[in-house]
């Protein structure tokens, strides 16, 4: 039997140059890069060549693509094959058929003159034993370059952010003292004179066993439930405390604290690990990380006594969101931050409409629609809201409505103002179309569900994943609690809802990375092409499901759980979907040059990325992350037979 020949030194280095120029061969030792490159054959395939296919049986060597372009194929039941990803230079395949030692779900053919560095299966497992990296990014290989791309992300805007210690440091890195507790049974007086000596705002109550918190006392706790109802200073501070405070694990991050500081004006949160005290951040603490904070922000809008004061703090929330962006807080904090101070801006606007003394004796939610209905708002975003009421009596219902109307438009006219202009479909609270009974809602859906027009389709990707935000959240609770059952009824509405799902696809190109636009060449329409998909079957498949969630994350989690998906499948479509959502919370607050384009082309409009200032790793992620797009989009024809 003949001994494959040795390749020269020459080769070998030159083969671990061009390895080394892509992940995770660029984080690896050299020596092992070398060792690989030792033991890699370079293999050619003309255009059109079969390269693996399901039939082939079980995998038994990695490709790594040298040269040119390889698609990987997926059948359907109709029997034409779709495409279900492209691969091009320094990109590996199949690696979760050869980690499992299966075969390929996939039939990989070149799209171009190709060629392939293969490895054989027992070396790349070699290979994995030495290096952590390569097992961490075979595994996890979109979590990975993820992560790449957030160091990378800190890194650029690490001049931008004066923070010493950034909001994803754990609260652990705060604790500078050993936290003051005293028990249950030590009276009101003991507190007052330890919280004087030791200079503090707060006391924890812990019972005696492993120093378990039951309870807070603090500062602001001292005139409401102490001076005012003069009580007994002998009493025992149990009878005065905050029972069950929050807390949180030492090892939660400073940005979570923060959040929920922020949420629930809360001012100190108790540190715990294993449920035992180790500590206590306060407000001060929190916020002294930075000039601008999530504190300041919330209480900025609390306090605006007026439309002008109320738009100063919602251009400090764009401050902020940059700050956060700068410091490596991960999409879906930062959405979830972004939808939190909006919630906020909307209940300030809420309480500064002068119509708003007029309907205090009417019961009605306003309601988040869209992607404020999904926590997912940035700040490029046009208002979408409802209001769902009860009628004073059935004799006033058109009275109650006026009056809510008015007041609705009031507000919708205050939030443009502050920064949300006004929805040109006119999907507002102050629409009368918008502002209904909780029958009104029901009938409006029923129709809706009943006639799957283009319109009634339309509607649902608006309608469909509305929230509660303020006023009796019980009414769109009731709403949702019976449109979740409805829809499950409904299964020919679900394969049309499938259907319009489906008519948005993934740019990906076949001579290029990515179809650029037609309108803006150069660029790439984030919000429609590359989020869209993923927010369309999310949705699809959690109402299929019954499910009550309207965050694309936790729709795509529950549903796909609940249709026993694989959790590494789940995860990769979660990070898909949420990287390209920091790169919309990117692209729209810090801006793009526009040098990459001609200088007679109009201006860039929000949420389109320009292609030409994507480095690599983003672009490769952003590939990636489009790829998962098309395949859930694959699972869904399967699922819908579309």
Request: proline residues 5%; hydrophobic residues 45%; negative net charge.
């Amino acid at each position: 039997m003949a001994v494959a020949e040795q390749p020269s030194s020459t080769i070998i280095d030159a083969t671990a140059d061009e390895l080394a120029a892509h992940a995770p061969f660029d984080r690896m030792e050299r020596s092992l890069v070398a060792s690989i490159a030792a033991k890699v054959r370079l293999a050619y395939y003309p255009k059109g060549a079969s390269i693996l296919t399901p039939d082939s049986g079980a995998v038994d060597r990695l490709f790594i693509v040298q040269r040119g372009r390889i698609d990987g194929l997926a059948s359907v039941d109709s029997g034409s094959p779709i495409e279900a990803l492209t691969l091009v230079e320094g990109e590996m395949f199949p690696v979760g058929a050869l980690i499992a030692r299966r075969a390929s779900t996939l039939r990989f053919v070149a799209s171009t003159d190709a060629f392939c560095y293969e490895l054989p299966v027992a070396d790349f497992e070699d290979a994995m034993d030495c290096s952590r990296e390569l097992r961490h990014f075979a595994t996890t290989r979109l979590a990975h370059l993820l992560q790449l791309s957030q160091r990378q992300t800190q890194k650029e805007f690490s001049e931008r952010v004066s923070a010493a210690q950034t909001l994803t440091s754990p609260l652990s890195s705060l604790l500078r003292r050993a936290p003051v507790s005293v028990p249950p049974e030590t009276s009101v007086r003991d507190v007052l004179l330890l919280m004087q000596l030791e200079r503090i705002g707060s006391v924890v109550v812990v019972g005696v066993e492993e120093l378990k918190p039951v309870g807070i006392f603090t500062e602001r706790d001292v005139l409401g439930r102490v001076a005012l109802p003069k009580i007994d200073q002998s009493a025992p501070i149990s009878s005065v405390m905050t029972a069950n405070p929050m807390m949180l694990a030492s090892s939660a991050t400073v940005f979570e604290a923060a959040r929920i500081m922020a949420e629930r004006r809360f001012r100190h949160i108790i540190v715990v690990e294993e449920g035992r005290l180790v500590g206590v951040v306060s407000e001060r603490d929190l916020f002294a990380l930075q000039r601008l904070s999530l504190g300041s922000v919330a209480k900025a809008i609390e306090r605006a006594a007026n439309v002008a004061e109320l738009r100063q703090a919602s251009e400090d929330v764009r401050r902020m969101a940059l700050s956060l962006i700068g410091q490596g807080v991960a999409a879906e904090q930062l959405t979830q931050f972004v939808t939190t101070m909006n919630d906020s801006l909307v209940a300030r606007a809420l309480a500064l409409a002068p119509s708003g003394a007029h309907v205090m004796d009417v019961d009605w939610c306003w309601i988040g629609l869209g992607s404020e209905g999904r926590h997912e708002q940035t700040l490029a975003t046009d208002q979408d809201n409802a209001l769902i009421f009860v009628p004073r009596s059935t004799s006033d219902l058109e009275a109650t409505r006026q009056a809510l109307l008015d007041f609705a438009r009031e507000v919708n006219a205050i939030l443009d103002q502050v920064g949300f202009p006004l929805c040109k479909g006119e999907i507002m609270a102050g629409n009368p179309k918008w502002c209904l009974t909780a029958t009104e809602w029901r009938d409006v859906f029923t129709d809706w569900l009943r006639s799957a027009g283009p319109q009634a389709l339309l509607n649902a990707a608006i309608f469909f994943d509305f929230r509660p935000l303020h006023g009796n959240v019980e009414l769109a609770n009731a709403l949702r609690q019976w449109l979740a059952p409805a829809v499950a009824g409904h299964p020919l509405f679900l394969r049309h809802l499938a259907e319009n799902a489906l008519q948005v696809r993934p740019p990906l190109g076949v001579l290029r990375d990515f179809v650029e636009d037609d309108e803006y060449p150069g660029t790439l329409n984030l919000k429609k092409y590359a989020a869209r998909p993923f927010i369309d079957a999310a949705r699809v498949f959690a109402l299929a499901q019954g499910s009550h969630k309207t965050n694309t994350a936790e729709r795509l989690r529950a549903a796909l759980s609940a249709m026993q998906v694989a959790d590494d499948e789940i995860n990769a479509y979660v990070d898909a979907f949420h990287f390209v959502q920091l790169l919309r919370l990117r692209t729209i607050h810090v801006g793009q040059s526009q040098d990459a384009l001609e200088p007679t082309e109009q201006p860039i409009p929000a949420n389109h990325l320009v292609l030409a200032t994507l480095n690599d790793l983003d672009r490769r992620i952003l590939k990636e992350a489009l790829r998962q797009a098309r395949k859930l989009q694959s699972r869904l024809e399967m699922d819908y037979r579309v």
